[in-house]
């Protein structure tokens, strides 16, 4: 199914209440709670940044959202159609119009297969274009678009023949073969040299254009989201924090958590910080989240407010309209509480 088909304003992929967790090695190690709860949209054409630092959970959110590893509980919804517990079957014409790009093109792709061979493979698994001409034109068409010139010659080409660029754009071409409408890219330019960077970028926005197509763009990068993203979600141990779009989230941010992470970024745009944010300690194993707003042990405004009560016993939900955040004491542009969420009584219980 197309896009086109979509009910209007119906998203391509909605994604609700999702959790992933890793069952630790013994009974004894604790479960590691690597997405807890975490929902969110994605419409035909928007540019979706998920962003958040190391282990935070991005990549168990794609990999989920893929179906390449099995949530423990919540619901995904691709283009219209309930894949959360799909049969491989079932799942695959539909998994056809959802494609991902991997953070390492030197892992990603087959050494043992040619660049014809790798971007012919989506053809193969969803048998479409099984004449051989219509395919090798198909691959020829699909290496041009990301940029592989001369195609012929590169088809030809083993990965190993491929510089790290290059071999990300095969696995551009490899993606965008089957024409979809959805694409997860998870860190696609966190492991190619800084001068590379932009070509790929600039060719996944090129061919966004158009195809009006749809990206779940997951990096830890800040300034690069603010850059490529309608929407931003900022993600702190397995939840999603803020969302909203960029100018709102990193102009004039309303998490603590997101205040600090923009506090620190070069971001000409958002105005320079007053003054930078240093977050105390490391971020808390998934393996036990913190009770309350999970974020409260590193929060400076937890700090600030004298340590209320509701931070420890309270989990805060995302609250908002168009720009939301998880935090029982909203901040305003200055960085000062502009609206509290949950009146609070010395005990930490709602008033
Ligand atoms: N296969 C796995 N087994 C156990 N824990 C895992 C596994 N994969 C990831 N984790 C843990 O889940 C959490 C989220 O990891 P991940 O989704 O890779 O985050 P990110 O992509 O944001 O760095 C981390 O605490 C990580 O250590
Ligand atoms: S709820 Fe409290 S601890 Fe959590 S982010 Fe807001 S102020 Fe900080
Ligand atoms: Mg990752």
Not at 18 to 39: C, F, I, M, N
Not at 256 to 262: E, G, I, R
Not at 282 to 307: D, M
Request: overall charge neutral.
């Amino acid at each position: 199914m197309s896009a086109t088909e979509l009910r209007p304003g119906e998203p391509i992929l909605h994604v609700e209440n999702l959790h992933v967790t890793y069952q630790g090695r013994s009974r004894k190690t604790k479960p590691v709670l690597a997405v807890d709860g975490v929902s969110f949209d994605v419409h035909p054409g928007e540019v979706l940044a998920l962003v958040g630092e190391s282990g935070c959970g991005k990549t168990s959110i794609a990999r989920a959202v893929m179906r390449l590893l099995e949530p423990s509980a919540g619901k995904i919804v691709l283009n219209g159609t309930d894949i959360t517990r799909l049969g491989h079957r079932a799942l695959r014409p539909i998994r056809a119009g959802i494609q991902m790009v991997f953070q390492d093109p030197y892992e990603s792709l087959d050494p043992r297969q040619t660049v014809f061979d790798l971007v012919a493979e989506p053809l193969s698994i969803h048998r479409r274009l099984r004449e051989r001409g219509e395919r090798r034109a198909a691959v020829l068409r699909a290496l041009e678009r990301a940029g592989l010139h001369p195609a012929e010659e590169i088809a030809r080409r083993y990965p190993h023949h491929l510089s790290g660029g290059q071999r990300q754009r095969v696995a551009i071409a490899a993606a965008m073969v089957l024409e979809p409408s959805l694409i997860v890219a998870d860190e696609p330019v966190s492991m190619l040299d800084v001068s590379l960077r932009a070509g790929i970028l600039r060719l996944m926005l090129d061919l966004r254009e158009q195809r009006d197509l749809a990206y779940l763009f997951i990096t830890h990068d800040l300034s690069l989201a603010w850059v490529v993203a309608d929407r931003i979600a900022v993600v702190y141990l397995g939840r999603i924090v803020e969302i909203g779009p960029p100018a709102e989230v990193i102009g004039s941010p309303k998490h603590p958590y997101t205040k600090a992470l923009v506090s620190v970024i070069p971001v000409p745009e958002a105005g320079a910080a007053a003054e930078q944010i240093v977050l105390v300690g490391e971020t808390p194993s998934a393996r036990a989240i913190p009770a309350g707003c999970r974020f409260h042990p590193r929060c400076w405004k937890y700090e600030e407010l004298g340590r209320p009560d509701v931070c420890r016993t309270r989990d805060p939900s995302l609250a908002g309209d168009i720009h939301d955040a998880a935090c029982h004491f909203l901040l305003d542009q200055d960085g000062a509480v502009a609206a509290t969420a949950v009146p609070t009584t010395p005990q930490g219980d709602p008033a």
